[in-house]
């Protein structure tokens, strides 16, 4: 039993990788060969351990946070419907100011929201409003390290998806980036 | 993409996944939910990365949501994941063998000839252990092998694929797949033994 292709063998009997008939011949050769008893042996131990099974591992993040990345990148692969402005100016000119504009008012308002309450977690109990449907925002809660984070993006254009426009952060500098 | 009847938390995965694939995003949410933990232990048990396992989990659960009408219910919903995650690693795991350079010893172990040179581990390494330690035990055991031998122990002990299935998932020919197993199985006999060596030292 020294050639590997008959280590092979037991091996694939023990997986009961075989057709009965190699099987039955294997199990002859085994009962006669103490060197392909131990090598069974010591395989059979090696499973009889594994079958402990692996040691448990949570992710490292919070359901809130990894399912926003989720659903960023599931959004990013949606189609975005045509939109072909009737003025071409006007289309530019949404494009160009409105995001900011936007912004700019969320900046606003989620300050104003962090000023009045400065504790209890800024934009928990606020509402926010995006004026333009070009503006996209997602908007991750954590409620253990007390602190939100808003991210503003241009629908239009997917390089601006990659990374945040802009970002609120009440509490403590997050990790997230 | 509503679902205002729809109990999330104590609907089955069965009708999560229905739900989902008629657009319920909040139904595919609680289905994150409940098997994330498990898709990011397999993403990581093979690619031994906590940063690279969370980004490939992550991608197997967009790929999922893009797949999920392909998904007929013939495994369960956590397999069908992790077949996903699977994949992924196989294809992280191909990308690094391509940037580095294989050592000797990996050659070696490819090739099939180590393992015949190791004698037979005769007493049982974990008799006696709480599952705890054991599993602890075997972790760092499995972190001591190589991707290949790692990734193909974790195919058939843990995910019980047979090595034809195993063959195809990695690109690779019956014959490695014996090989790479029968290594790692005996690997892994002499690593547990010698913790056991080391604990009592």
Sequence with gaps: MSTHDSQLKIQAFLDDEMSARDAAEMEGLIANDAEARALLAELRNTNA??????????????????????????????????????????????????????????????AAVLVSHP?????????????????????????????????LYDRNAEAALARPTSMVSSGRESDLE | MKSNKLDHPSASDETLVGAAKR???????????????KIYARA????????????????????????????????????WMTRIVINLCLDQLRRRKRQRTESIEVINEEMGGVERQMPVVTSNPTERLERAELRKRIDQALGQLSHEHRTVLI?????????????KRMECSIGTVMSRLFYARRKMAVLLANLKTEEFK
């Design chain 1, 49 to 110: 351990a594994l079958a402990a099974g692996e040691v448990e591992c949570r992710l490292p993040e919070t359901r809130e946070f990894f399912w926003s990345k989720i659903e960023r990148e599931i959004s990013r692969e949606m189609p975005v419907a045509a939109h072909v402005p009737k003025m071409p100016w006007l289309g530019w000119l949404r494009r160009r100011w409105l995001p900011v504009s936007s912004s700019a008012a969320v900046l606003t308002c989620a």
């Design chain 1, 119 to 151: 504790r209890h977690g800024a934009l928990e109990s606020g509402e926010m409003e995006l004026a333009s449907d070009e503006v996209g925002s997602y908007v991750f809660r954590d409620q253990k390290q007390q602190m939100t984070m808003v991210w």
């Design chain 2, 23 to 37: 657009g319920d995003m909040m139904a595919f949410e609680e289905l994150v939910a409940r098997h994330r933990d």
């Design chain 2, 44 to 79: 990581f048990s093979m690619v031994r990365n906590e940063d690279e396992a969370v980004d490939l989990s992550q991608e197997a659960w967009v790929k999922g949501w893009q797949r999920l009408v392909q998904f007929q219910g013939d495994s369960s919903f956590g397999t």
């Design chain 2, 155 to 167: 195919l058939h002990e843990f995910e019980d694929l047979e090595y034809k299935e195993i063959a």
